[in-house]
């Protein structure tokens, strides 16, 4: 998978403490491996250096999602986003339990339950328990993962990333084009390595659909950014 290369040619850039004989034989592989590879033109094996076709890669990649990163940035956001990602796996019955549930719904009902409230409440714990089982939970702990990963990957520091190869980089500045130049791999080794790491990954194409819902929804019904 290109991913897969993607992965290996930044491993083999940050070192991992390879030996001097297996680095040889891997540098041979991997320029077998991406000579045909939308990514080779990233690396110069020869020179040790980042082309600038790498700055321009994370450059439009920054481009797409930093409206995301500042909308994820928003601490108060968080507690929404993992409300809305449980109750977006619960039915209106569900939902009106919870509600029953809350501070506010108790409140009411202490005046018109008199002696019955507990009872009423242990039978809407109950009901609660009962609807919301092992499989729900589990996936709304997947969708909700997912989001907190993507945070990650979008809260990544793009702009110190990009200054290596431009120094007069703007924060949030889409429009000017930078003026990218090769910089040595080594220079990169840590960012890089922190990027591999907060790559978010999902085989369900449904996830992130689900995902980009609740991020819709908590913006207010507008997408954060674009989706095609």
Not at 178 to 206: H, Q, R, W
């Given at each position: 998978?290109?991913e897969?290369i993607?992965n290996?040619v930044?491993?083999?850039?940050?070192?991992?403490?390879?030996?001097?004989?297996?680095?040889d034989?891997l540098?041979?592989?991997l320029v077998?491996d991406?000579?045909?590879?939308k990514?080779?033109?990233?690396?110069?094996?020869k020179?040790?250096?980042?082309?600038?076709?790498?700055?321009?890669?994370?450059?439009n990649?920054?481009?797409?999602i930093?409206?995301?990163q500042l909308?994820?940035?928003?601490?108060?956001?968080d507690?929404?986003?993992?409300q809305?990602?449980l109750e977006?796996?619960?039915?209106?019955k569900m939902?009106d339990v919870?509600?029953?549930?809350?501070p506010?719904g108790?409140?009411?009902r202490?005046?018109?339950?008199g002696?019955?409230?507990?009872?009423?409440?242990?039978d809407?714990?109950?009901?609660?328990?009962?609807?919301f089982?092992?499989?729900?939970?589990?996936t709304?702990?997947?969708?909700?993962?997912?989001?907190?990963?993507?945070?990650?990957l979008?809260?990544?520091?793009?702009c110190?990333?990009?200054?290596k190869?431009?120094?007069?980089?703007?924060?949030?500045d889409s429009?000017t084009?930078p003026?990218f130049?090769?910089?040595e791999a080594n220079?990169?080794?840590?960012e890089?390595?922190l990027f591999?790491?907060?790559?978010p990954?999902?085989?369900?194409?449904?996830?992130w659909?689900?995902?980009f819902?609740i991020i819709?929804?908590?913006?207010g019904?507008?997408?954060?950014?674009?989706?095609t």
């Amino acid at each position: 998978m290109p991913e897969d290369i993607f992965n290996r040619v930044i491993s083999f850039i940050t070192g991992d403490n390879e030996a001097a004989s297996d680095k040889d034989l891997l540098l041979k592989q991997l320029v077998k491996d991406v000579s045909q590879n939308k990514y080779a033109k990233f690396y110069r094996a020869k020179q040790g250096e980042m082309d600038i076709a790498a700055a321009q890669y994370f450059f439009n990649l920054y481009k797409i999602i930093y409206p995301l990163q500042l909308f994820l940035r928003d601490p108060a956001r968080d507690a929404k986003i993992k409300q809305i990602s449980l109750e977006a796996f619960l039915d209106k019955k569900m939902m009106d339990v919870i509600k029953r549930l809350s501070p506010d719904g108790i409140a009411e009902r202490k005046r018109s339950a008199g002696e019955n409230l507990s009872k009423l409440l242990q039978d809407d714990l109950a009901a609660l328990a009962a609807g919301f089982d092992s499989p729900k939970i589990a996936t709304a702990d997947r969708c909700y993962n997912l989001i907190m990963a993507m945070k990650q990957l979008v809260t990544f520091d793009f702009c110190s990333f990009l200054t290596k190869f431009d120094p007069e980089i703007v924060e949030g500045d889409s429009l000017t084009q930078p003026k990218f130049a090769p910089v040595e791999a080594n220079i990169l080794t840590g960012e890089l390595a922190l990027f591999s790491s907060v790559i978010p990954y999902s085989e369900e194409e449904d996830d992130w659909k689900t995902v980009f819902e609740i991020i819709k929804y908590c913006k207010g019904g507008v997408d954060v950014i674009p989706l095609t």
